[in-house]
């Protein structure tokens, strides 16, 4: 079966780096998104990564190891409206998108 | 750019009464829309995806004679929720993507209770 796999919950403190885990098994790969949702709003895009590596994009970075099914989203410098669940999404050979559960991350001052 | 809407934001309706929500690409051409259902602390679920001019894939476990899409152009969807019961209520996202890109552009969400 596919089956994508994100901590529940992390708690992190303002002004701090923390790091969300996803590992994924699925048939097929083309691709994987991170999005942001804030509660009662639709996801956000927030990094797409199809090749081995880091992608960096301003505070935020996603990584992608193809061969261990593995990727994280780095979030540096935390601010309070980082407080937001954190989607982890793969494309398979269908082309049909495959969501994790969501990491909700909550942020202390 | 890429920005997809949906109409109503919020609804609220009686048990039994129908509601059709729509979804606009207003930018771009969609040609496969993506309907999500959203329980309160639970992930994304995919309902169904439609292409244009042609009948929706339903997913699994989904009633595709209680929620009807229509995907008539390559900028409009519409999921009608039939019959309508207390448990249809939920948080509703539309998303759509173009051609050969992986990106699929999200509405801001329909949120739906059934009294």
């Known amino acids: 079966g596919q089956n994508i796999d994100q901590p529940t919950e992390m708690t992190a403190t303002e002004g701090a780096i923390v790091q969300i885990n996803c590992t994924y098994q699925?048939?097929?790969?083309?691709?994987l998104f991170w999005y942001q949702q804030h509660a009662g709003e639709a996801p956000t895009f927030l990094s797409y990564?199809?090749l081995d590596g880091l992608e960096e994009k301003g505070r935020f970075s996603s990584f992608l190891s193809r061969s261990k099914g593995y990727s994280y989203l780095l979030l540096k410098e935390l601010q309070m409206k980082d407080s937001a669940s954190y989607l982890c999404?793969?494309?398979?050979?269908?082309?049909?998108?495959?969501w994790g559960a969501g990491t909700k991350l909550i942020i202390k001052p | 750019g890429a920005v997809v809407s949906q109409h109503p934001s919020w609804v609220i309706c009686k048990s039994g009464t129908s509601v059709k929500i729509e979804c606009r690409s207003l930018?771009?051409?969609?040609?496969?829309m993506f309907w999500y259902r959203q329980f309160p602390k639970q992930s994304l679920m995919l309902m169904a995806t439609?292409?244009?001019?042609?009948?929706?894939?339903?997913e699994q476990g989904v009633e595709k004679d209680k929620f009807l899409i229509n995907h008539a152009s390559l900028t409009l969807s519409t999921l009608t929720v039939t019959s309508a019961h207390p448990e249809d209520s939920s948080f509703y996202i539309c998303?759509?993507?173009?051609?050969?890109?992986?990106?699929?552009?999200f509405g801001p969400g329909t949120r739906l209770t059934v009294l």
């Open positions: 998303s759509a993507k173009t051609g050969d890109y992986n990106e699929q552009f």
């Open positions: 930018d771009f051409q969609a040609t496969t």
């Open positions: 439609s292409n244009e001019g042609s009948k929706a894939t339903y």
């Open positions: 699925t048939s097929g790969f083309n691709g």
């Open positions: 990564n199809v």
């Open positions: 999404a793969v494309t398979d050979s269908n082309y049909q998108l495959i």
